[in-house]
Every structure is written in structure tokens, then in C-alpha cells.
């Protein structure tokens, strides 16, 4: 029976709790749709793909991955103040953009897109966060190898 290897295409299917097996649920992914990744593509968390290795088609796992091991704590720096001509689209500014709790995707300096979450707006500033929305939790995860192939 197939192992999970360094080059396997895993299919998993899992519960994703925040903090522990009684923790808040987070993200469900069925047998019928699974999540599919390759290991060592930099897909997963690395420390998620060592717990992969080595598991068969059909056997369950349970893993608890620390938050230092998955994204990390929050920060403060995450947190960045932009000038509200930031959300200007087509020459217009979007007042709905800049509404708290609003997603804003964006591109940093390298031209990677960051994905932020509006906090506050603060006269002519915008307050928005970007520390990855899993920042700060430990991860539980509860699931079943669906398939595994090369």
C-alpha cells in the first residue's frame, strides 16, 4: 500500500480547529472534496507535511501544530496606517473598501499580493492589518489520508 513521500500528491480531508480537538472549527474539507497538495511545493505548512510522512490511503491522523510552527504570533508591525488615496479606484475613492472588517487585497514593494483586513479609519488614514488570519493560533487538525499517487 502507497505511502506518503517527499513527492507524493496527498489528498486529505480534515477539520481544522483553532487551539485544540474543543477549539473554535475553522475550515472543513470533505472526502468528496478534498484538499489535494504536493508535498515540498511549499503548499502546506511544513510542519503539516511531517506529520503527512509515512501515513497510508485511508489512515486517519490528528496533529496539533504550534502556533510558532504554523504563522506565526500577531504583530504589532502588521498593522500599517495608509494614507486613504490608497483605495482610490479609477480616479475615485471606494468608501466601502475602507469600511472595518472589509478584505483588501494589495501588492507590497516586490509586487507579491498581501491580502490585509481594514481595522480603522482615522481621518485621512486607514488602519490595516496583515498578519496572516491564522496568525497567533495553534492548529488542530483532525482528518483522513483520502489518496495518495507521484
Given at each position: 500500500m502507497k505511502q506518503v513521500e517527499r513527492t507524493s500528491v496527498v489528498?486529505?480531508?480534515y477539520t481544522l480547529r483553532a487551539d485544540g480537538p474543543e477549539g473554535?472549527?475553522?475550515e472543513t474539507c470533505t472526502e468528496e472534496a478534498p484538499f489535494v497538495f504536493r508535498m515540498g511545493n511549499e503548499e502546506v505548512l511544513e510542519a503539516f507535511e511531517n506529520q503527512m510522512l509515512g501515513k497510508k490511503a485511508g489512515e486517519p491522523f490528528e496533529c496539533l501544530i504550534a502556533c510558532n510552527e504554523a504563522y506565526g504570533e500577531e504583530t504589532e508591525e502588521a498593522i500599517v496606517a495608509l494614507p486613504k488615496e490608497t483605495f482610490l479606484v479609477d480616479g475615485k475613492l471606494d468608501e466601502e473598501v475602507m469600511k472595518p472588517g472589509e478584505v483588501v487585497p494589495m501588492e507590497d514593494d516586490q509586487g507579491n499580493e498581501v491580502v490585509g483586513v481594514v481595522v480603522n479609519?482615522?481621518?485621512d488614514m486607514v488602519h490595516v492589518d496583515f498578519n496572516h488570519p491564522l496568525a497567533g493560533l495553534d492548529l488542530h487538525f483532525?482528518?483522513?489520508i483520502v489518496a495518495i499517487s507521484q
Open positions: 489528498e486529505v480531508a473554535e472549527e475553522l479609519r482615522d481621518g483532525e482528518g483522513v
